[in-house]
C-alpha cells in the first residue's frame, strides 16, 4: 500500500477514472499488461493460423471445427490432472511456457518442411484453436483468485481493456512484420510475448500476497498448494453444480449466438464484394470500430455501469439487443444493418457481457474456478460453436432473414437464463456459492 502512496497524483487519476484503490493499482496496472502481452500474443498467430486453415482447405473448415472440439476434450482434463498435482503458483506461469515450447515445435517443423503440409497445416490450426480457450480461461481464473466480488464489479472492465488493446495490437504488428520476418517468425515473436506473459504472472502472484499480507481487500486463498484430486474434476464439479451449469448454459448460447452472427456476416460480405481484398477490408472496418469503442468503454465506462446497474443488467444487455438486432435484420437483411449490429454487438460482448460474466466466478470455490471454468470455456464454449456452425449452415439454406428469425429464438431462451443467473449472484450471502463437500483444494 505504501508504495503505491508514494504517487499520489497517478493514484488520483486511476481511482477518479476507473476507481482504482492506491493498493491496487500496482496488482491491476500488472493484471492489465498480463492482459495485453497475452492477448496481444495469441493475436500475433491467429493470422498464421487462419492462414493454415486456407492451406487445409476453405470447404473443409467444419472439419477443422470438429477436430478442435475433440482436441478440447482430451486437453481438458489433462490441463486439471496438471492442476491437481503442481503447486498453483509454479502451474500458472507453466501454462503460458508450454504454450510458448509448443509455438517453437512448429517453428520447427514448418521451418523444417519434413512433413505433409496440408496435415501440419491442420495440426498448427487446432492446436492454436485449442490452447486460446485455455489461455484465457486461466488467465480470468487467476483474476478471480485475486480480486473479490466487489473489486471485480470496479476493476475487471479496466483489466479487459489490457486484453483490447493487444487484441489491436497483435494484429497490426503482424501485418507490419509478415512481409519482414514471414509466418514462422511472427510464432519466435509470439512465444517470446508468452514468456514475457509467464513473468507478469510471477509478479503478480507476489503483489497478490503483498495485498492480503497488508490487509487490503482481495481473495483470500493461497497459491502454494496444489488442488488435489483426478483429471476429470471439472466435468464432476460442473455437473454437481446448478450455479456452474447455469454459467455453462449462459456461454452456451453466447456462442450459438456469435456463430449465428458469423455465418451471417459472411453470406452477406460474400454477395456484396467479389474481391478477397474488399472482404477483407470490410471485415477490417468491423474490427476497427469494435476494438475502438470497446477500449474506451472499458477503461471508462464498464465499472460505473456494472455499479450502477448490477451484474443482472450486465448479463441481459447483450440478449435484449440481439432480439432487437435480429428481427432489424429479418425485415432489412442488408450488410449495413448487419455490419451495424455486429459491431453493437460486439462492443457490449466486450465491453460488458465478458467481463461480466467472469465476475460470476470471484463467488465459487478455488477448485472450481481453475477446474471446472476450464470445462466451461473450453468444452462448452468449442461445442457450442460446433452445434451452432452445423444448425447455421442448415437455417441458411431460408436465407439470412431466416437465420435471423432463429437468431431472435435463441436470443428469447438466452434472456432468462442470463437473469436467473444475474439473480443468483446477486443473491449470494458470504464469499462462496459453490463448495462441494468433496473439495480437495485444501491439498499440499
Known amino acids: 500500500m505504501a508504495e503505491a502512496n508514494r504517487s499520489p497524483l497517478l493514484a488520483r487519476v486511476f481511482k477518479s477514472a476507473a476507481a482504482i484503490e492506491p493498493y491496487e493499482l500496482r496488482a491491476v496496472v500488472l493484471s492489465m ?16 493460423r487462419d492462414t493454415m486453415g486456407t492451406v487445409y482447405g476453405v470447404n473443409h473448415y467444419q472439419e477443422l471445427f470438429t477436430a478442435t472440439f475433440f482436441a478440447t476434450l482430451i486437453v481438458a482434463p489433462l490441463y486439471s490432472g496438471f492442476a491437481s498435482r503442481l503447486k498453483l503458483s509454479s502451474f500458472l506461469p507453466w501454462v503460458y511456457g508450454f504454450i510458448a515450447a509448443t ?7 514448418f521451418s523444417g518442411g519434413k512433413y505433409p503440409t496440408r496435415w501440419l497445416a491442420a495440426g498448427f490450426y487446432v492446436w492454436v484453436s485449442v490452447f486460446n480457450m485455455v489461455i484465457i480461461s486461466v488467465f480470468w481464473s487467476f483474476m478471480s483468485d485475486i480480486f473479490s466480488r466487489t473489486q471485480a464489479k470496479r476493476l475487471y472492465g479496466f483489466i479487459a481493456a489490457g486484453g483490447t488493446i493487444g487484441g489491436i495490437a497483435g494484429p497490426a504488428l503482424a501485418t507490419v512484420l509478415a512481409t519482414l520476418v514471414g509466418n514462422d517468425g511472427l510464432m519466435l515473436i509470439s512465444a517470446g510475448g508468452f514468456i514475457v506473459t509467464a513473468v507478469l504472472v510471477i509478479l503478480l502472484s507476489r503483489e497478490r500476497q503483498k495485498i492480503i499480507a497488508a490487509g487490503g481487500e482481495a481473495q483470500h486463498t493461497r497459491l502454494d498448494h496444489r488442488l488435489g484430486g483426478n483429471p476429470f474434476d471439472g466435468f464432476r464439479l460442473l455437473l454437481q453444480s446448478r450455479y456452474l451449469l447455469m454459467l455453462a448454459l449462459f456461454l452456451f448460447l453466447m456462442t450459438w449466438i456469435s456463430t449465428i452472427v458469423y455465418f451471417q456476416l459472411g453470406d452477406l460480405i460474400t454477395k456484396d464484394f467479389a474481391s478477397h481484398a474488399a472482404r477483407t477490408r470490410a471485415y477490417a472496418i468491423i474490427e476497427v470500430a469494435v476494438n475502438g469503442l470497446a477500449v474506451v468503454i472499458q477503461l471508462l465506462g464498464t465499472g460505473r455501469f456494472i455499479r450502477r446497474f448490477g451484474v443482472t443488467t450486465g448479463l441481459l444487455l447483450n440478449p435484449v439487443i440481439m432480439v432487437l438486432a435480429f428481427l432489424a435484420i429479418a425485415f432489412s437483411p442488408i450488410l449495413l444493418v448487419l455490419g451495424g449490429m455486429q459491431v453493437v454487438r460486439r462492443v457490449a460482448e466486450y465491453a460488458v457481457a465478458k467481463p ?18 476450464n470445462v466451461i470455456d473450453t468444452v462448452v464454449y468449442r461445442g457450442g460453436d460446433v452445434c451452432a456452425a452445423w444448425a447455421s449452415s442448415f437455417v441458411l439454406s431460408f436465407g439470412v432473414s431466416g437465420l435471423a428469425i432463429f437468431g431472435a429464438i435463441v436470443s428469447i431462451i438466452w434472456f432468462p437464463i442470463a437473469y436467473a443467473l444475474g439473480r443468483r449472484y446477486e443473491n449470494v450471502r458470504g464469499t462462496e456459492l459453490v463448495t462441494p463437500a468433496s473439495s480437495t483444494a485444501a491439498a499440499s
Open 356 to 373: 461480466t460474466r467472469e465476475m460470476l466466478f470471484t463467488v465459487v470455490d478455488q477448485e472450481s474456478k481453475y477446474k471446472a471454468k
Open 103 to 109: 509455438i517453437l515445435v512448429f517453428y520447427a517443423l
Open 33 to 48: 499488461l498480463y492482459f495485453l502481452f497475452l492477448f496481444g500474443s495469441y493475436s500475433m498467430v491467429k493470422p498464421v
